[in-house]
Structures are given as structure tokens and as C-alpha cells.
């Protein structure tokens, strides 16, 4: 061995020895909800099922050094990309000439939609038009973030205070000679409804512009409701006027984070996502994403599952899903939560207007559960809490009920109406230094950042985010 080697090699009892390394990563793992448990209804999509995560890890590691960079050197990212997009379009009704891309999140896939749309709106209107988005309030920040990075203008349209989907007729008024794309959520996040697609994409075929469905939420999954009898309306490709989409593996595909499929209607659409440099003094530079060097492994892991569970194991998980949902609201129900808007997907979005329900998020955290506490809006919504339900739940629905009601009944544990007090008194300093300290949860930031200001708010937030990681 070489003397370099020999200074840097771990010794028995040292901070990097084996024993000591896999004890320290088991402390920092401490650090972590449990994303096996069932107790998190948000981040993490588990169907409690080993085997699949066990399918997942093997194909992870086996392809993990690939890089997917240059697919004419890694041809197992071609393999897997094509056999990935095959299903996707399958499911959403899309014919042969569909093409996809994969990446790595919702976020990227939704980013290259709108720098598609960009690119080909200048393409046929030139660089002197300011091209713009228009969406609904309630889709996804990604698209306004795509927007900020790509110098877009968006357009922002209210949803119906009824059945919280995207008003038709505003965003009719909203599409203009300037409109580079259109988009619309099945389900958006927010309150899990499907937003009037088939009639969105009926108008704007004829006006020939592009619109993107967001299905990151609902890609896998939608269709397999529709086939265990739920009413679902069309959202896919079946509607002439959709020129893209976006699907989501690692939510219930049931794939490791990060993977994720954006599919456009034609090869013309997908080239515009694409990235080309044949003047710089290198290798000619393709990248198909956002990313450059990125493992193959998270897209081998995708591929495995689905073959592993096939469209019958979506099915069944599905099935799954289905019951927790409708477990979990009517025993909720029970309690006094009511949906803020139809219950059209696998997101809960519950109000209880006897409830204090920043006491019973923060309650329902000190007996291990996760969900958010999502913002009141005046002629909307009231506070509401927010679950996106997976397969895992079937099996501590009931618990989570029982919980439930005990923490509607209990007293604010003193932590809990500590935080409220100081909320109450507009003590933001005092919480400031709780939440950079990691003793503040998620929900209790909500009530703090919309008692200022927005622009404000956005600072505070930024704020904390450089605390935490300091």
C-alpha cells in the first residue's frame, strides 16, 4: 500500500471505522420521521410493502454509478427511459407519437414544460414578445418558479370558491396573443380536485396553444381509480388540446426520490426541451434535463418496480389507497372535519371550524403523526389540514381516527400552548428562535409568515432557511 494510503486508511476504533461509521449514521437517521411508519401523510409515498422497497434498493445500487450524462455511453438510461415513458403513455391514453423525458422531480419535469413552451412561443412569435404563463392559484409553485428562472410573465386566475377548481372563464380571459403556455393540475395539491381539463383543452386547440396538465399527484394513480369505478373525468391525453404532462414515479409509482416523466403529444414539443452546445471546444453537450451528470440508478429503480408490480399490483395498491381515503374521512367526518372541496383524488383536504386546528396539528405531532396545516383564505378556504393518503394508511387509519378524537378532546399539551400563546401575542422573535432551533413545527409557521407582510414573509422565510443550515 502506498504511504498515502496508509495515512488515510481507517483504523480500528477510528471515527471511520465501519462499526462507528454505520452507528453514526444511525444516530443522524434519528434525526428523521419514519418514512415506513404510516405516520406521515405528506414527502413520502409508502405502500408498507418490503419487497417493493427491497426490488427498488437493488436496482438503485446495481445502476447507481451510470451516469446518465451521455446515453450513448450509459445505453441502460435509453432502456430505461423508453420502457418507463411506453407505460406512462399507455396509462394516460397518449398514441405512438408521444415522447417523453425523465427527470428528476415534479419541479424539473414542470420546469422543462414551460421552457418548451417558451422556446417554441419564440420560435413562431420572435424575442420582442414577453411570453406568458397562465395557471390557476392553486397550481404548483413550480410553475411561477420556472417562470422567475426563464423570464415569463404569469398570468394568475382564481379558482371556483365552490369546488375549488380553476375558473374556466377567467382563465378563457387570461389566454391572449401573449400566452407561451396554459396549465392546469389533476389533482392540484392544495384541496386534491381536478381542474376542468377536457374544457380547457377544447378551447385552446383552437386557439393553438400549448397546455400542460400537471399530474405529478395523479399520473399513477387517477387511472387506476377510474378502473376500480371511481368517476374520473377525462385529464389525459384522451383531451385533443393536451400537448403535455406531468407524472411523478416516486409518488405512486412508488419509485425512490428522484423520478419523474414529462410527456409531450410530439417529437416537436420534446425537442424544445432539450439542450444543445456544438461550440464549445469539448464533446458535443445534450442534455435532455435540467441536470447534466446524474445516476442511472433512480430511473433503473422506477423501471423495476413497475415491472415488479405491474398494472394489476397498481390496481391492488389503488384499492389500497381507496380505503384509507375513505376510512379516514368518514372517521374524521365523525369528528366534525368536512372536505373543503369534492373528494375527486388521493388528497384529504379537511376543514372543522369548532376546532382549533393549529392545537390539533401540533397535538396529533406529539403522538407521532405528520400533515400540514394549510393557510385560511378569505372567500375560499378556512384552515384546513392536508393528507395525500397511500397504501400504508389502510393499516393505521383506525389509530389515526382514535387519535384524533383524543387530541380534539385533550388540553393543548404545554409545548403546543406555549406555541400559541406567543402566536397569539405576535411574539415572532421568540418562535423564530424555536424554529431555527428545530422546535417549531411546520404548521405554526404558517400562522407566523401570513401575520406579515408577503414580501416580508418571503425574507423571514429565507431567514430561517440560513439558520437552520448554519
Known sequence: MARGCEEHAPTKGSALSSPDLEGLLNEVAKLDQDPYSGRLFTYVYETGDKRIREVANRALLKFYDRNALDFTVFKSAVYFERELVKFARELLHGDEDVLGTYSYGGTESIMLAVKAARDYFRKVRGMQVVPELVIPSSAHPSFEKAAEYMGLRVRKVPISA???????????????????????????????TIDPIKDIADFLKDKHTLFHVDACVGGYILPFFEMSGERVDAFDFRAEGVTSMSLDAHKYGYAPKGSSLLLFRNPELKKECTYVNVSWPSYTFVNTTLLSSRSVGPMAAAWAVQSYLGKAG??????????????????????????TAPVESSILSLCNEEADLLVFVLAMKMKGWHFELQRRIEGLVPYNIHMTITPVHDAVAQSFVEDSQESLKSPAPRQVAETVRKLSEGRLEELLDLVKRGEVDSASIVKMLEAIPEETARELAKEIVNGMFK
Open 162 to 192: 365552490v369546488d375549488k377548481k380553476a375558473d374556466t372563464e377567467k382563465l378563457k380571459e387570461a389566454v391572449g396573443d401573449s400566452t407561451a403556455l396554459v396549465a392546469a393540475s389533476a389533482p392540484n395539491f392544495p384541496y386534491g
Open 314 to 339: 397498481y390496481l391492488r395498491l389503488a384499492g389500497q389507497v381507496l380505503s384509507a381515503r375513505n376510512r379516514i374521512r368518514d372517521g374524521l367526518g365523525g369528528l366534525g372535519f368536512k372536505p
